[in-house]
């Protein structure tokens, strides 16, 4: 599929934030009308994605890393969105990365051959299907294994499918972690067993390192640091059953990923050409709420902007300092923070927050006498976009004069 028809689609009942005035007209007319997001084609509950914020992350996380050193495979997962995935592509990103093969497909189709499904698979089904797709020369599809068992199933797979390959990271990991090797003893066995099974072709290593600590405290910095220093160690062992001339050593979510690029940089190896991948996913939209908070502030650091808002009406206001918007926990997600207001209509000041929500109403708490009417628009940012992006298929993208410029389609 072409990207272009995804702009072809006509907007009917059931998609969300769409007025009746949009009702069997196509996205590319919409946008053809260059009307604004209060002009008439839109209502509330919607999300909007802003223009600007896109920009400015994609660009300087690019720049983050080319300046590190650094590949980037952004964990699309985040956004679902093969428009948002081809801006990405664009800046330079050589790798997508996604969770589920189920997820690998959507950027599959849309022509994204190079992608990391950071989990290791172990259902045949899937398994033989990436060994399939891996057959064609253009596709370069990556995945974890973590154990002699998923080994096992791997060459299983491969000896009924003697033609295709896998291509694998050992992923390693950490005591009540998610995924990935505890014992380091068991790297060498592993790679030993795959490196003796046709088809099984070794990239190097991986770990993920974003839930490990609390926060960006000394000791959080220690617990990090020790981690992926562990990665590296696996890398020593995993080295010489890499035939490749290069050697993948990949980390790195939305918020310590500067703690992967100090430690991973410091690698070296006497055999291998060294490719460091980061795979964040949370920086191209950032927050308001938990990126915000825990994301690298530093003089070198990227610099990113929130850009996401969620907009609800004015319902009704039976308390001076209280008033009730219309989305809920069905439209924005609650998983790190409750959303934050920050404006009402395109510039008005507003100072309050979000205490509570119910599954259609949010609860707008604060000095809102003079800033509030019924029927106003307010804009509230969100905390950890995954849980947002798959509450909306279509997201208005506006300028910042609020002009929708573009629609950003997702695919969950």
């Not at 007025?19 to 084609?41: H, I, P, T, V, Y």
């Not at 490749?244 to 410091?266: H, K, L, N």
């Not at 690298?296 to 850009?307: E, F, T, V, Y």
Request: glycine share 8%.
């Amino acid at each position: 599929m072409e990207i272009s028809s995804i702009y072809d689609e006509v907007i009917d009942f059931t998609h969300k934030g769409f007025s009746d005035n949009a009702q069997g007209k196509s996205l590319k007319s919409l946008l053809a009308q260059g009307e604004s997001l209060f002009g008439g084609n839109h209502f509330t509950p919607i999300a909007t994605l802003k223009a600007s914020a896109l920009k400015n992350n994609v660009e300087q996380m690019a720049r983050y890393c080319s300046n590190a050193g650094f590949e980037l495979a952004p964990h699309v997962k985040t956004h679902m969105s093969p428009q948002l995935a081809k801006m990405q592509i664009d800046a330079g990103a050589t790798y997508l990365t996604v969770a589920t093969l189920w997820q690998a497909r959507v950027f599959l189709q849309f022509g994204c051959k190079s992608i990391i499904i950071a989990n290791e698979v172990v259902d045949i089904a899937s398994l033989r299907e990436i060994a399939t797709l891996n057959k064609n020369p253009l596709n370069e599809i990556i995945c974890y294994v973590d154990s002699i068992s998923g080994a096992k199933i791997i060459e299983k797979v491969l000896l009924e499918n003697p033609s295709g390959c896998l291509h694998l990271l050992l992923e390693i990991g950490y005591p009540a972690g998610r995924g990935g090797i505890r014992d380091l003893d068991e790297v060498k066995k592993i790679a030993l067993r795959l490196a003796n099974t046709p088809g099984a072709i070794i990239r190097g290593v991986t770990g993920f390192e974003g839930i490990l600590s609390g926060g960006r405290t000394p000791e959080g910095y220690a617990e990090m640091e020790v981690f992926c220093q562990r990665i590296l160690n696996a890398a020593d062992l995993v080295s010489e059953y890499v035939d490749r001339p290069e050697i993948i050593i990949s980390a790195g979510g939305s918020a310590f990923f500067d703690v992967v690029v100090r430690v991973f940089t410091q690698y070296k190896s006497a055999t291998h050409k060294i490719r460091r991948i980061l795979r964040s996913g949370g920086y191209l939209s950032f927050d308001h709420g938990l990126y915000g908070r825990v994301s690298p502030q530093g003089d070198s650091s990227p610099s990113l902007k929130p850009a996401i808002e969620v907009w609800g009406s004015i319902l009704t206001q039976p308390e001076g300092d209280l008033a009730l918007l219309n989305f809920g926990k069905r439209d924005v997600g609650i998983d790190v923070d409750n959303p934050n207001p920050v404006r009402v209509g395109h510039d008005g000041a507003i100072s309050a927050c979000i205490p509570k929500l119910n599954d259609q109403h949010a609860y707008l708490v604060g000095k809102l006498d003079s800033s509030v009417s019924l029927g106003d628009w307010v804009a509230c940012g969100i905390s950890h976009p995954c849980t947002t992006f798959d509450k909306w298929r279509i997201f208005p993208v506006i300028d910042d004069n609020d002009k929708v410029v573009d629609y950003v389609r997702t695919y969950f």
